[in-house]
């Protein structure tokens, strides 16, 4: 695709629910990375993928967030059992390796009710 | 460990005036720089890269920004500020090598007046 997409645009969930939030890469961008921006901390690095090599997940604030990336294109993080304080804007980027430079998705919304 | 400082979360200007936005890293290693634009409820659009190469690097519309090893920056500038401008702006670093992750400062908005 010209671009990175993400859905959905916007999410409300209740507290203690999962959610999913999906990924749709820049086609042939072997490197994926999620961030995540609230107010409280900016804009934080959570997990990447590049191309086979093990994720580095150093980013990941707890054990109830995890990404997996499926045939080296699209992308999913989930978060279970949610909190308030994952409220925030998930941004996913792509990038092709050797160009360094990442390009961001619109984001999602994530709103916990 | 590598890190960012932006030097003021807002800033304002008149439109037609000289836009400066400062930012200081550091870095163990030598450092990509990078600038990036944020519009309301919009992700984030890459302005310019610093990579190695030239210390002064142009990038979209109308923005360049210098590396400064010796002061430790990479200030973001534009001769003549826009409406258009008015946005807000982060400054990011990441390793040299293959593609890593960024470390973002905490953003500067940007507030552009007639």
């Known amino acids: 695709g010209a671009g990175v997409s993400q859905s959905p645009s916007n999410k409300v969930t209740e507290k203690g629910k999962d959610v999913e939030l999906r990924c749709d890469p820049i086609s042939g961008h072997t490197a994926l990375y999620w961030y995540r921006q609230s107010l409280g901390q900016g804009l934080e690095f959570l997990i990447y993928f590049q191309g086979n090599s093990a994720p580095d997940k150093s980013g990941l604030p707890s054990d109830r967030f995890s990404a997996e990336r499926t045939g080296g294109s699209v992308s999913t993080l989930t978060i279970q059992r949610t909190q308030q304080e994952d409220s925030a804007v998930y941004l996913c980027?792509?990038?092709?390796?050797?160009?360094?430079?990442?390009?961001f998705g619109p984001g999602t919304r994530l709103t916990v009710t | 460990a590598q890190s960012v400082t932006q030097l003021g979360s807002h800033v304002s200007v008149s439109e037609g005036a000289l836009v400066l936005l400062r930012c200081n890293y550091s870095?163990?290693?030598?450092?990509?720089l990078f600038w990036y634009v944020q519009y309301p409820n919009q992700g984030l659009q890459l302005l310019l890269k610093?990579?190695?190469?030239?210390?002064l690097v142009k990038g979209i519309n109308g923005f360049e920004a210098e590396f400064k090893k010796s002061e430790t920056s990479f200030h973001l500038t534009k001769p003549s500020a826009h409406m258009s401008d008015a946005a807000e702006y982060f400054c990011?670093?990441?390793?040299?090598?293959?593609?890593?992750?960024?470390?973002f400062g905490t953003g500067t908005r940007l507030q552009v007046t007639l």
């Open positions: 990011a670093v990441s390793r040299t090598g293959t593609a890593s992750k960024l470390t």
């Open positions: 870095s163990s290693v030598p450092p990509y």
């Open positions: 610093y990579t190695s190469a030239a210390t």
């Open positions: 980027a792509a990038g092709s390796g050797g160009a360094y430079e990442q390009y």
